[in-house]
């Protein structure tokens, strides 16, 4: 099938229109037509080729939703004029320990959706079991970003058991995947502290999204007076950063997980792990099951992204916008009314 969208060439990074080929919708698939995709700070790591994974010509978008068009014979989950949505993965082997668990996410052979033409493109043919069913009653822009920066941030907070009404939940980085998790985490009943290192994003976070409380990184007093009061912290921040302050504001038998992933490792203080009985995880998005599970929660709960909606061809000025942080707290494409075929 022919079809296009946006790709870099090359580690510039710069997209531009590009005319490519999907494989035909099997017996097992799905055909979306694409109606919105959020921009992920992976779309950016890759189109740059910072990871050095990336092949040329690449075309990103993980946080992909739009409608059903052609469903394969032996489909069961969906039918024409659904509305579906695809995140961080296309594919895995169905076979392997992980896979039984519906844990795709960790199979040994999933394969990124970043690794194939992604969803800043007119449509996209997907195994069913890759799709969720998004709800009717959830705003489709800003459900986009729960593909990606929703079941990144959900998924710890229920494997680690940070769920739980009454507890106090730690919050670093308020950005696409921070402020998702303050949603869920509110929503959840919990009490909520946000961590950053921007004093300007206080009053928003206070007044508009809700949390309880606010510290900003650099104020030892802040940190100090925190300190031992959060049964978990969800670390969203990719930039380089001590966590020794973090695992200090953690209860005993308190838990940080780290879902953004440092351009430098940090340092593991073990002493004040062991003193406290602390422990450090990691968390990558999610199984299949566990995303539809996240999407319902989202639609009962009225969670979606706060987003800044942009026509196609404001792509790149939004990833140089996203590259200085300057969006809040998603920039998702509206594909289906600016990309233009006619190129
Ligand atoms: C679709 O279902 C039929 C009948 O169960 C089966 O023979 C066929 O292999 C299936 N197709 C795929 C692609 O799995
Ligand atoms: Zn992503
Ligand atoms: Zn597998």
Request: charged fraction near 20%; proline fraction near 5%.
């Amino acid at each position: 099938m022919n079809t296009y969208g946006w790709a870099a060439r090359d580690s510039s990074g710069i997209l531009s229109p590009f005319h490519f080929e999907r494989r035909a919708n099997d017996d097992n698939d799905i055909t979306i037509k694409i109606l919105f995709c959020g921009i992920c700070h992976s779309d950016l790591h890759f189109a740059k080729n910072e990871a050095g994974m990336t092949s040329y010509p690449f075309v990103p978008g993980h946080e992909i939703v739009g409608e059903v068009t052609k469903v394969g014979h032996n489909v069961t989950k969906f039918k024409i004029g659904d509305k579906a949505g695809v995140g961080c993965m296309v594919g895995s082997c169905g076979s392997c320990e992980n896979c039984k668990q519906d844990l795709e996410v960790y199979c040994p052979e999933m394969i990124w959706t970043l690794k194939t033409f992604g969803g800043y493109s007119e449509n996209i043919v997907i195994d069913e079991h890759f799709a969720v069913l998004i709800p009717n009653s959830l705003p489709l822009h800003g459900a986009a970003p729960l593909l990606c920066a929703g079941i990144t941030v959900y998924s710890p907070m229920m494997y680690y058991g940070l769920c739980k009404p009454g507890q106090h939940l730690g919050v670093v980085g308020l950005g696409g995947l921070g402020h998702v998790a303050v949603k869920f985490a509110k929503a959840l009943g919990m009490k909520v502290t946000v961590i950053s290192t921007s004093p300007s994003k206080k009053n928003e976070a206070v007044e508009r999204l809700g949390v309880d409380s606010f510290l900003v990184s650099h104020d030892q007093e802040q940190l100090q007076g925190a300190m031992g009061t959060m049964d978990g912290i969800i670390d969203t921040v990719s930039g380089p950063h001590s966590i020794l302050p973090l695992i200090n504001l953690l209860k005993t038998n308190g838990k940080l997980v780290a879902v953004g992933v440092p351009t430098e490792a940090p340092e593991i203080p073990y002493i004040p792990l062991i003193m406290g009985r602390k422990l450090i995880g990691g968390s990558a998005a999610g199984g299949m099951k566990e995303t539809q599970e996240m999407v319902d929660f989202a639609a009962k709960h009225n969670i979606i992204a706060d987003i800044e909606v942009i026509p196609m061809d404001y792509v790149n000025t939004a990833m140089e916008r996203l590259a200085k942080g300057d969006v809040k707290y998603r920039f998702v494409i509206d594909v289906a009314n600016t990309l233009n075929s006619s190129f």
